[in-house]
């Protein structure tokens, strides 16, 4: 069973194991951290038992006007836990979060 909360700077020191997965872009911590700040509701974590981070996605916000659109930027399942439809689960929040958060308030937390 994965409990699924908004990332947080304490779990870029946890991700490690997931970001071991062959097909994971890895990138600067100060990459990371960028995405936090200004797009927190766009960075989810799923954790398992022991708070083992299983999985996460990341993404943003872009665009002007009509061309406003929401962008994942990497989403990333360790193996072991690829059975659970995490990736899936993760993309459909960020889904429902695009749809309740406002192009304005978007734009806001981007500036």
């Known amino acids: 069973m994965a409990t699924i909360h ?4 304490n779990d870029l020191l ?3 194991f997931v970001n071991l997965e062959h ?26 038992l022991g708070k083992l981070i299983m999985c996460y996605i990341l993404g943003k916000a ?9 962008h994942v930027m990497a989403v990333t399942v360790a193996p072991e836990y690829y059975w ?8 459909n929040l960020l889904e429902e979060i695009s ?13």
């Open 84 to 91: 659970q439809q995490l990736a899936k689960k993760l993309m």
């Open 6 to 9: 908004r990332f947080c700077c």
């Open 14 to 16: 946890r991700f490690t």
């Open 23 to 48: 097909l994971t872009n890895t990138f600067s911590m100060s990459f990371y951290l960028t995405y936090l700040a200004c797009w927190p509701d766009y960075f989810q974590v799923a954790e398992g």
């Open 62 to 70: 872009e665009g002007q006007d009509e061309s406003w659109h929401d």
């Open 99 to 111: 749809d309740n958060i406002s192009i304005g308030d978007a734009y806001m937390k981007k500036a």
